[in-house]
């Protein structure tokens, strides 16, 4: 395999390259079924017939998100929700609207445990990208009033740009009646979009409909999940590598990064809210030894700088050299060598602050005819990111300021 030599960047007489982040395999349209079905739910009262998806939990009450258009009528009869265990609920009399979308929210309560779609970034999802829809459609036939769960496989057959109501995806199929409000899953079980129109004809702006139309999440990126289950349980079980490459791996997501690199700039506008999240579960679960802002202190202790803050001596100099003593003092370097990743210690018998790292484990070091060999044999490391030219400690400034 070789690679340009502008694709890597100088260290003496060594080229480093970036190996491109490796896509998850897809699931299998069975398993996506098995993330689907419990997550969706069947919706009916006065007029109203679609489907939804249960998307988030506080106590016992349960968040369901449908189209507005199913539950316009809400606050004027009951409504109820089905899941897919049979139980029934009444649905809450009121339905909170998604922007100018053509979605709603809506709740019920329930003691049993439910669980939670993931919702992702539907950028990520291209035309002719196969993806799933779930839901109860209302039966074509007379004879037959029983509505049971579908789950039927599709594809993306375009994309618009200010349709109405934001029905900006358009799918391949037949039109159900009964499925609005229901999920549209990728090939990964996450949820990128939500069921909603089937019509026939051209949209509001020339494009010839397929029969089927969604609107992207995208369209909502509030609601765009990211879940810290896999870490949280990671740490409680004490599993300190897997949780740093977890990490790792979220810290990527929320930048939507494809490659394994992080600059200053990508974390600008890095969400905050996820970032202490990350840093609270290492907290606990450390008792206090580990986390972001534990790192955090230390730096302010070494006398480092935060973002925006000026460094009299030089911003990449005084930042590098508190990144040193940063690396010094919580063993990420050892006899004025930065340790490889396989050299870190995953235990409570680090040095305080030695966690999350973040180190991405497939990243490879290249010689100059471009061969790859074995990261971990050298003294030289990543953090999600190139350290060369100051990076790794400029980046660490950007992420302690966010805290």
Not at 129 to 151: C, K, L, M, W
Not at 299 to 310: F, M, T, V, Y
Not at 317 to 333: A, P, Q, S
Request: glycine share 10%; with cysteine.
């Amino acid at each position: 395999m070789k690679f340009s030599q502008g694709l890597g960047v100088i260290l003496g007489t060594t080229t480093l390259a970036l190996v491109q982040y490796q896509p998850v395999s897809a699931l299998t349209p069975v398993q996506v079924n098995d993330i689907a079905k419990p997550i969706t739910v069947m919706i009916g009262g006065l007029d109203g017939k679609g489907s939804g998806v249960i998307i988030a939990k506080d106590g016992n009450t349960y968040t369901v998100l449908t189209a507005h258009h199913v539950v316009k009528k809400a606050g004027y009869g009951i409504y109820e929700l089905i899941t897919h265990d049979g139980q029934k609920y009444p649905m809450e009399n009121k339905a909170q609207i998604v922007g100018k979308l053509d979605l709603a929210l809506v709740r019920f309560t329930s003691s049993q445990n439910y669980p939670l779609a993931k919702i992702a970034d539907s950028r990520t999802v291209k035309e002719g990208a196969t993806v799933y829809n779930s839901g109860f459609p209302i039966p074509s036939s007379s004879n037959s009033q029983q509505r049971i769960y579908f789950f039927i496989t599709a594809q993306i057959t375009a994309r618009g740009r200010g349709e109405n109501l934001g029905y900006d995806l358009f799918l391949s199929g037949s039109p159900r009646p009964g499925m609005s409000g229901g999920p549209i899953l990728n090939d990964q079980g996450e949820v990128i979009g939500i069921y909603g129109k089937a019509e026939f004809g051209r949209s509001e702006l020339g494009l010839a409909r397929d029969g089927v139309q969604g609107i992207p999440t995208e369209k909502f990126p509030k609601l765009i999940s990211i879940t810290f289950q896999k870490l949280e349980a990671l740490l409680k079980a004490g599993k300190w590598r897997d949780a740093d490459l977890e990490t790792r791996d979220l810290m990527l997501k929320l930048t939507k990064q494809e490659l394994y690199i992080l600059r200053p700039e990508d974390l600008k506008n890095f969400p905050r809210q996820e970032l202490r999240k990350m840093d609270q579960l290492w907290v606990k679960y450390s008792n206090g030894k580990f986390g972001f802002s534990v790192q955090k202190q230390i730096w302010l202790d070494l006398g480092g700088k935060l973002d925006g803050e000026p460094d009299w001596y030089g911003d990449i100099i005084l930042t590098e050299d508190t990144f040193t003593k940063l690396g010094d003092r919580v063993g990420w370097r050892n006899n004025d060598k930065w340790l490889s990743y396989n050299s870190y210690t995953f235990s409570t018998n680090a040095l305080r602050g030695h966690l999350p790292t973040g180190v991405p484990a497939t990243c490879a070091k290249f010689s100059g005819d471009g061969d790859k060999v074995n990261f971990a044999d050298y003294n030289f490391d990543l953090w999600c990111i190139l350290w060369a030219n100051g990076d790794g400690a400029r980046v660490r400034k950007v992420l302690f300021s966010l805290l």
